[in-house]
């Protein structure tokens, strides 16, 4: 349950147009949000690498550290580039407090149980980041550079969020 | 130690000359964009040069099922991988980061 509202809280968080007071957020607040947003993922990859006995688990935590670490890397490349210092947001903010909860749930289990809740999480996440790519940050997105990059960013995220069913769906079976 | 640079250049060169004769093989791109392989399927014969571009935002691979000799290592985004074909066979394969990506290389 607890870990079912945290989700909800993350996707709003990330998806809720009101939080932004005129029309949306800014090319140096989007910047923050993907700086974040892929920090928050490679956090709780390595917190899976260091507990998931999971073989499945392990490879998908793994690429959740590669994936996310690279976008990150051309983000802070980007950002250099066009001299756009990221800045917070209440959606960045959201994110981190949602992440750091998160993080602090999954420490409290272990096996089969971390692997669920683990695995749940970053269904959820993949779809509510999805979700603001397509509906907040591309949208609002100004720089061509920036748009350009959260355009290439969506498929990863997608066979991310596909990747994480598949594994949902083959630890329900066991 | 000059005697044997000499012979390290002939037996170069004799390593070198078949790659020669078979340089006018054709050339071959596949994209790797939006987590495919484009083409999937790719026809090429054997001698030509097939060059993988990654132009995604993060790393992939292309790396042939067991036991064939396909393997790229880590293509960062933005980078490329080359490879000369030298046996005529179907080789599939896959990114090994991401295994839900797959291509083939048809090699006549």
């Known amino acids: 349950m607890r870990l079912q509202s945290a989700s909800i809280a993350l996707a709003s968080a990330l998806a809720c147009g009101a939080a932004w007071a005129q029309g949306g957020p800014t090319d140096p607040q989007i910047a923050g949000i993907v700086v974040a947003a892929n920090q928050i993922d490679v956090d709780a990859g390595k917190l899976a690498r260091s507990r998931s006995k999971n073989k499945e688990v392990q490879g998908f935590a793994k690429q959740m550290i590669t994936d996310h670490t690279a976008v990150n890397k051309q983000a802070a490349a980007l950002v250099k580039k066009l001299k756009v210092k990221p800045e917070e947001s209440d959606t960045s903010k959201s994110l981190k407090s949602g992440a750091r909860d998160n993080l602090a749930n999954l420490k409290k289990l272990k096996g089969a149980q971390f692997d669920h809740a683990y695995v749940d999480h970053e269904v959820a996440y993949h779809q509510a980041v999805l979700d603001a790519i397509d509906k907040t940050l591309i949208p609002n997105a100004k720089n061509a550079e920036l748009k350009d990059l959260l355009t290439k960013v969506r498929p990863a995220i997608a066979a991310h969020l596909d990747h994480a069913k598949h594994i949902q769906s083959s630890l329900g079976k066991s | ?108």
């Open chain 2, 1 to 108: 130690m000059l005697h044997h640079a000499a012979r390290a250049l002939v037996f170069g060169l004799a390593l070198a000359l078949p790659a020669a004769a078979t340089a006018a093989g054709k050339t071959h791109a596949v994209r790797i964009e939006g987590m495919k392989f484009e083409p999937e399927r790719l026809e090429a014969a054997v001698g030509d040069t097939i060059t993988w571009t990654n132009r995604d935002v993060v790393p992939h691979t292309v790396t042939g099922a067991a036991g064939r000799a396909l393997e790229s290592g880590t293509i960062a985004p933005g980078g490329k991988w080359t490879y000369r074909v030298r046996t005529k066979g179907e080789i599939a394969y896959v990114c090994r980061f991401h295994p839900m990506m797959k291509g083939v290389l048809v090699a006549k």
